[in-house]
């Protein structure tokens, strides 16, 4: 785990949030940002840290605003199904451990939990998932992983990781639907504390999330031409 933190530093400092973080706000934004934070970044964080007011109430709008609207998935429709999951999501989150049936829509569930209790959960997106599941496989002597939803960047998809590791070491184990998002959320704030000692674990979720399309591709790519060459 020190060679994976040590890496993470040193990407942190080639990769700094101000700059790489892009991800705009919709301008149908329902919290107000103060005129005064201009980047993309400050906007999120303070997102981030004030959302969790609109959605202390039995009103779902603000939480399918986050899926939809600032998540950009829209599959994620309003209806009743989806009303009682939202609501049985977080019912499971207070107890630790996630079902099957909820932990199937992480992607979007956790992007609610994420802006409910910033300080205790970060966000499980795809190419987030996709760039931890590679970094602990290269320089940590974990081999059980984290299930990585389905995602829509096409630079991903190319490489596919399940195969890779396969190929590399046979047998790959990962982390139960039950546990996955719990210790997925503690290691967020473990490598928070740790790259920029900080203790939301968005920090750390942030920096994954901008290096998987080109860092992480390429990395592997680079990766896998030098283990052919052997």
């Known amino acids: 785990m020190d060679q994976l933190i040590q890496t993470l530093k040193e990407l942190a400092k080639q990769h700094p949030l101000e700059k790489y973080f892009i991800w705009e706000l919709p301008e149908s934004n329902p919290l107000p940002i103060p005129v005064h934070l201009t980047s993309i970044f400050e906007q999120n964080i303070y ?15 603000g939480r399918y605003w986050l899926i939809q609207e600032w998540g950009g ?37 956790s992007k609610v939990a994420s802006f409910m209790d910033h300080q205790a959960y970060a966000v499980y997106d795809s190419r987030v998932i996709y760039s931890l599941n590679w970094l602990l496989f290269k320089y940590s002597t974990l081999k059980e992983f984290y299930p990585q939803p389905i995602g829509r960047n096409a630079d991903i998809t190319q490489y596919e990781l399940n195969t890779i590791f396969n190929l590399f070491d046979g047998l790959v184990n990962y982390k139960t639907h039950r546990i996955a998002y719990h210790d997925y959320c503690q290691l967020m704030k473990k490598l928070s504390m740790e790259v920029y000692a900080k203790s939301e674990p968005y920090w750390a979720e942030m920096l994954l999330f901008i290096l998987a399309p080109k860092y992480i591709v390429n990395d592997i790519k680079s990766s896998l031409q030098i283990a052919l060459k052997c």
């Open 47 to 61: 997102l981030k840290h004030n959302f969790n007011s609109l959605l202390n109430s039995d009103d779902l709008a």
């Open 73 to 109: 998935i829209r599959s994620f429709k309003k209806n009743p199904k989806n009303d009682l999951l939202l609501l049985k999501f977080e019912s499971e989150l207070t107890k630790g451990a996630l079902t099957r049936t909820t932990f199937s829509v992480i992607s979007s569930l």
